[in-house]
């Protein structure tokens, strides 16, 4: 029997020796749901298995030694699950080593049959030695044990390592060089673990009755557990820096993931920012462009087609005065006069509409003053005008697109309001310039109308805002009226785009 204080020492050597490995299976364990910067899920969970397993193999050594110390009986099943955990846990080193070193064409479910084999052949022997010695249970259970550690521990052991400098390679070959020395580390370590496990208990066949623990403790003085325990630390210690190493590339991809699509939203902002203006700038354009090509068309109606009437008015009074004494050519000139004033009064409507002269000569206000004018002979709509402010004229076209908001808004109440009545507001303060269009007629759900076809006439006010920089608001409630508010920063006319 063992002295009390070394039998003392040897828990407290079970104990680091298990929590060791168990912390290296838990540390494995974690990376299974993690990007495989170290490995495969499937690669880890067998590495991650023997590290648990066996670090409750050596727990479970613990307690079988304390009831020998206190000379307390053990049932024999703790001795087969000891074992068994023994067993199972090299045998998971096994297929960890043969999953890593496969080739790549290789089924990965043969893996788990390598580990498997191992176990049945390791359980065939234990068997087959036990037939002859059924009766000594201690000589079965320490044969068992020995041949645990030669078919399973040994050759686990080494192709652990071999498996780890197999890995520690790649990651030398990617430029990972302190992920490859934690590798490297924990493959020699896996590799004198491997050699540690040929001192077994002395029983009575070759080489376990020479090479053995008791041998070891002559020898060197001290228990083989506790060299196992050592290597067993060595291992869990540079395995789980490798889980840090690893850990900090995910948080440098992760930051380098997140600082990427700062980037991208970045670009994509500058992008839209940037479309955004070509699109204003193209619609400011196309605005001028149109009411250029209006401005044209008014000039040539105008100064062709209006002196081609004026001519044709004149003619006409000639002949009439020439008094011919025909009363059905008399007749005829009479109708032809009147229809020359209905074309003339309605061509001067049309050039007005294109593009009303007092717009460009005298400003905006003359040109609202003249529209309303117009919307109340023509359009029966009582139309009250109110300006503050204005004294300089705004930007040339500030004013167009106030005046066609206006255009549009009055005759869309005289035709759709049923209302006779109006208002039209034009404020320039210092900075900006506010048009506001009201009425108090039947109103409209403007979230409806604006999805419907009428709804363009409204889009194609917002669009002209847009493109001087301005806010549009159209408010309107059935039955309480509409209210239109157009304001725009104030431009220097000198800075007036062509």
Not at 48 to 59: K, M, R, S, Y
Not at 125 to 143: K, P, S
Not at 146 to 163: I, K, Q, S, T
Not at 460 to 475: A, N, T
Request: proline share 3%; with cysteine.
């Amino acid at each position: 029997m063992l002295v009390p204080g070394f039998q003392i020492d040897m828990i407290l050597v079970y104990f680091f020796y298990g929590l060791a490995f168990f912390s290296m299976g838990l540390a494995i364990m974690l990376e299974f749901g993690r990007s495989p910067l170290l490995a495969e899920a499937r690669v880890l969970r067998p590495l991650a298995a023997f590290g648990i397993l066996h670090g409750v193999h050596e727990w479970l050594e613990i307690f079988i030694l304390q009831n020998n110390w206190l000379e307390i009986p053990i049932q024999p099943y703790w001795f087969w699950i000891r074992l068994g955990l023994l067993a199972v846990s090299f045998a998971s080193l096994v297929a960890y080593g043969v999953q890593v070193l496969r080739p790549p064409k290789r089924l990965a479910a043969t893996d788990a049959w390598v580990g498997a084999g191992l176990l049945t052949l390791y359980a065939a022997l234990v068997i087959f030695t036990g037939a002859t010695i059924w009766g000594d249970f201690a000589l079965w259970i320490g044969r068992a044990d020995v041949l645990a550690r030669y078919m399973l521990a040994v050759p686990g052991g080494f192709l652990a390592a071999v498996a780890l400098f197999y890995q520690g390679r790649q990651a030398k070959a990617s430029q990972r060089d302190a992920l490859s020395g934690s590798l490297y580390w924990a493959a020699i370590g896996f590799v004198f673990y491997a050699l540690t496990q040929i001192f077994v208990s002395d029983i009575d066949f070759f080489p376990a009755s020479v090479i053995n623990v008791t041998w070891f403790i002559s020898f060197l003085g001290i228990p083989i557990q506790v060299v196992r325990a050592v290597l067993a630390a060595m291992i869990t210690a540079s395995l789980m820096r490798a889980t840090q190493i690893v850990e900090k590339e995910r948080q440098h991809q992760l930051a380098q993931a997140q600082r990427d699509r700062l980037d991208a939203m970045e670009r994509a902002q500058d992008e839209l920012v940037k479309r955004e203006a070509l699109q204003k700038q193209l619609l400011r354009h196309t605005v001028i462009a149109q009411e250029e090509e209006r401005s044209r068309i008014s000039r040539e109606l105008h100064d062709e087609l209006a002196q081609t009437l004026t001519g044709f008015s004149l003619d006409l009074a000639t002949l009439k005065n020439r008094r011919i004494g025909d009363e059905v050519v008399d007749s005829a000139i009479s109708r032809l006069q009147e229809l020359s004033r209905q074309m003339a009064k309605g061509l001067y409507r049309l050039v007005h509409d294109l593009r009303p002269a007092q717009l460009d000569d005298l400003g905006l206000v003359p040109a609202l003053e003249h529209l309303v004018d117009d919307v109340r002979d023509r359009l029966a709509l009582e139309v009250r005008l109110d300006v503050n402010g204005y004294e300089d004229r705004l930007d040339p076209l500030v004013e167009t697109v106030f005046f066609r908001i206006s255009q549009e808004a009055l005759t869309n109440i005289a035709r759709h309001a049923k209302t006779n009545q109006a208002f039209v507001s034009l404020e320039c303060r210092s900075k900006e310039a506010l048009l506001i269009i009201q009425d108090k007629g039947i109103g409209f759900d403007s979230t409806v109308v604006e999805q419907l076809q009428d709804g363009l006439g409204i889009a194609g006010m917002r669009e002209r805002v847009r493109s001087v920089d301005g806010q549009f608001i159209l408010e309107s409630t059935p039955d309480e009226g509409t209210k239109i508010e157009v304001l725009v920063p104030c431009m220097d006319p000198t800075d007036m785009e062509s």
